[in-house]
């Protein structure tokens, strides 16, 4: 009696995450899939390589696609090394006190803080305080701030599979602890650290609401690249062609169009984790 109980609970959890499974699946399929239909006619050449014109109403993403290439490279020199190191001295070298307890725990209720939090954060701070004015570089770092925790998180996460058994052999053929760490741990746990920081930076590219308060600009006539300037960025461009534009039908197929390259860039990054991780796994087999 109790085997055929285990076994009918058993089947009601898999049918329950299964059946969950399909739903969720089955709405990203029609998001997806209404993205790409309407959007797949507008995508051309040169509808990535020329610059909006006209208040966005013609030409194409080029600005935009620009701005989101910078924020994303300056997102990433700040908040990868810094968020790496975190992780490599809370896992190896931080004892386990109440203080670096506290320190986790701060980190881990970090990445539920709202997006739109570190936007009003990185304005009072970068933007005012420190007076780099609404710019890239401010963006970046807000960014930079929002990604920190997950990037601490999933390295620290990646430290932790490797076994102390190897930390232990190499310390006994005279290794020290830095060169343990520097040339045994951190190239072991390189999959599931480069893996982390390429998902959080693909999050970090579809930001709106961070970067809305810290430097993206409604529209720049020409193409930009300087730090210290507005910018224009591919997420906030969506956003103002599908809510704020005074003309919303006449640009809805350029809203589409840059939706679509939005969602194969997130979608790229997400395929370049998955094939790192799968290269290291398939070198250390």
Not at 89 to 108: G, P, Q, S
Request: charged fraction near 10%; include cysteine.
């Amino acid at each position: 009696m109790q085997f055929k109980t285990n076994k009918l609970s058993s089947v009601i959890e898999w049918g329950s995450l299964l059946l969950s499974t399909a739903i969720v699946c089955f709405f990203i399929a029609v998001i997806i899939w209404e993205i790409f239909s309407k959007g797949f006619s507008v995508l051309s050449w040169e509808f990535t390589t020329m610059v909006p014109k006209e208040g966005m109403t013609s030409g194409g993403i080029l600005t935009p696609i620009i701005g989101t290439v910078l924020l994303t490279l300056i997102t990433s020199a700040f908040a990868v090394p810094f968020g790496i190191c975190c992780a490599i001295y809370l896992n190896e070298y931080a004892e386990n006190t109440w203080v670096t307890r506290t320190i986790r725990a701060a980190i881990r209720n970090l990445s539920g803080v709202p997006s739109i939090i570190y936007g009003l954060f990185g304005l009072a701070l970068f933007v005012q305080a420190l007076n780099f004015g609404t710019s890239l570089v401010a963006a970046g770092l807000t960014l930079g701030l929002l990604s920190l925790p997950y990037i601490i998180t999933t390295t620290e996460e990646a430290l932790k599979r490797i076994p102390n058994s190897t930390r232990e052999a190499a310390l006994a053929v005279g290794a020290t602890k830095f060169e343990t760490i520097k040339d045994v741990v951190i190239p072991s746990a390189m999959s599931g650290i480069l893996t982390g920081v390429v998902l959080t930076l693909s999050r970090a590219a579809g930001e709106t609401a961070p970067i809305l308060f810290t430097g993206a600009a409604f529209y720049i006539n020409g193409s930009s690249g300087y730090v210290n300037q507005e910018f224009m960025a591919l997420p906030y461009h969506l956003y103002m062609l599908s809510t704020q534009h005074q003309s919303i039908d006449q640009v809805k197929p350029i809203a589409y169009g840059t939706a679509l390259v939005l969602v194969i860039v997130v979608f790229l990054l997400n395929l370049t984790a998955f094939y790192i991780r799968y290269k290291y796994r398939k070198d250390e087999n």
